[in-house]
């Protein structure tokens, strides 16, 4: 249970950001062969990404095509670091390389003071 004094909040955690696609690109790919993967994205900012895959071979340093599902945000992406989660599942964090990320897509921060 936890008790809050007049005038505090409660800190949520960021909003999680929806789906992108990433592709990995055939002059990118091991054996040329190019592969796709819609991901979670479990944070997002102007510049960054941290999305969780299942079966996309990544690696550090790899560039990747990340887009909107269903908008029109497109941009490459470098493989800035490749992590396992406590779930088991791989983290990759991206490096967004030549568009930062829409203002419309980023999460708002609901925990700011109402004016």
């Given amino acids: 249970e936890t008790f809050l004094m007049p005038g505090e909040r409660v800190a949520r955690p960021a909003r999680a950001a929806g789906t992108m696609r990433l592709r990995r690109e ?16 479990e944070h997002l900012g102007p510049r960054v990404a941290l999305v ?11 560039v990747l095509v990340v887009e909107e599902k269903g908008g029109d945000f497109r941009t490459r992406a470098e493989v800035s670091s490749v ?3 406590a779930d088991g599942q791989p983290r990759v964090s991206l490096r967004f390389l030549d568009e930062p990320v829409p203002d419309r897509l ?4 609901d925990t700011a003071p109402k004016s």
Avoid at 26 to 41: I, K, T
Wanted: glycine share 12%; proline share 15%.
């Fill in 26 to 41: 055939a002059e990118h790919a091991p054996g040329g062969v190019p592969a796709q993967e819609d991901v979670p994205v």
């Fill in 106 to 109: 980023l999460p708002r921060d």
């Fill in 52 to 62: 969780r895959t299942t079966h996309l071979p990544v690696a550090r340093g790899a």
């Fill in 83 to 85: 992590a396992i989660g």
